[in-house]
């Protein structure tokens, strides 16, 4: 595996580990918690050294799963997790990133992860009750403390990473980035890049559409996020599927999959780009570790992004209850 490394330093394998998958979010798991503790740690034997997990995930369990599978490698890996949402009886309720929030967080997020410090450490949502001077200075503290490394934001606009970037220095900022989600390439990639911030981003393969395993005939479970998510409709399905065979087709020419194109587009587009596929197997793990072997001409990124771009999406990536979140 290759490293790659973000703002101040901070170096990573070129692909890290989404964990929320295994707590959440895509139905079923297939596998016991003993079954995801070995998938953690086979991740790491394979060269993942950067996981990403949030006290939200469960809430709470992911932590714990993430923190019991690291914690015999604790020096061989790169943790991050999150705070910002409030937590009432097990769900979200709303936003909370009051700096006497973040520091409760980062204490029950060091037991629940069984270290005494967290890598990188992301708002998950701006909070517009908070101002973020006030958020990066908090976690400036506990940097000072030595209770986490970095700082991170998380869904952030470019106004907001620059006066976060101001109060104090920001690592990384993670949003959904892939073929089929180009928003943060106007204003937030060329931010990052004039001020030296590493870009993480999640759902790197569309939650699964780009690695062509999703048709429009799916039946997903009912508590798989993609049925409330208007892009995983049938009708957007199928007007999405255009894109997917292209990838597909050039998967096949390359000897490759769909999805390491994918993750070979986006480690194409920056060298300070690290994206975070989530999953719960270990084959799946070796495929899209295998992606950073995947080369791509200036030809066929030039021909991925026209087609992209020709095709268009079909339906919003959040629904309108989760849009509001973002880009704040």
């Known amino acids: 595996m290759h490293t790659r490394t973000l703002g101040q330093g901070l170096q990573v394998s070129a692909i890290g580990l989404g964990t929320m998958g295994m707590s959440q979010s895509y139905g079923p798991n297939p596998g016991s918690r003993d079954d995801m503790i070995a998938v953690l ?9 950067f996981f990403d997990t949030a006290e939200v995930y469960g809430p709470y369990v992911n932590e714990e799963l ?26 979200m309720a709303g936003l909370d990133s009051r700096p006497e929030q973040i520091r409760r967080v980062a204490d029950a997020s060091l037991r629940r992860l069984r270290t005494d410090r967290i890598d990188l450490f992301y708002q998950h949502r701006v ?8 958020v990066a200075g908090a976690v400036g503290e506990l940097i000072a403390a030595g209770k986490v490394a970095h700082l991170g934001l998380s869904e952030p606009s470019a106004a907001t990473i620059r006066r976060a970037h101001a109060t104090f ?9 892939s073929l089929w989600t180009r928003d943060p390439e106007p204003e937030v990639l060329p931010t990052l890049a004039e001020l030296g911030i590493g870009f993480v981003p999640f759902s790197p ?33 199928t007007a999405n599927q255009e894109l997917v065979e292209h ?3 050039l998967a096949a020419a390359k000897d490759a999959t769909p999805g390491q194109i994918a993750l070979a587009w986006l480690l194409a587009q920056q060298p300070w780009i690290v994206p975070i596929p989530g999953t719960r197997r270990i084959a799946r793990i070796e495929e899209n570790s295998s992606a950073t072997q995947v080369a791509l001409s200036a030809d066929e990124l030039a021909d991925l992004d026209a087609v992209a771009r020709r095709i268009g999406v079909h339906g919003d990536r959040y629904n309108p209850s989760h849009m509001q979140y973002v880009n704040r």
């Open 41 to 49: 740690r086979a991740a790491v034997d394979l060269g993942v050294t």
């Open 66 to 91: 993430v923190g019991e599978a690291l914690a015999p490698l604790r020096d061989h890996v790169v943790i991050a997790t999150k705070f910002g949402f409030n937590i009432r009886d097990g769900a």
């Open 127 to 134: 909070d517009p009750e908070v101002p973020i001077e006030d």
């Open 169 to 177: 220095p920001v690592t990384a900022v993670q949003s959904e980035y």
């Open 205 to 237: 393969l569309g939650k699964g559409f780009l690695t062509g395993t999703v048709s429009p005939d799916t039946a997903f479970t009912a508590d798989d996020i993609r049925t409330t998510i208007p892009r995983f409709s049938q009708e957007n399905r």
């Open 247 to 249: 990838v597909r087709a």
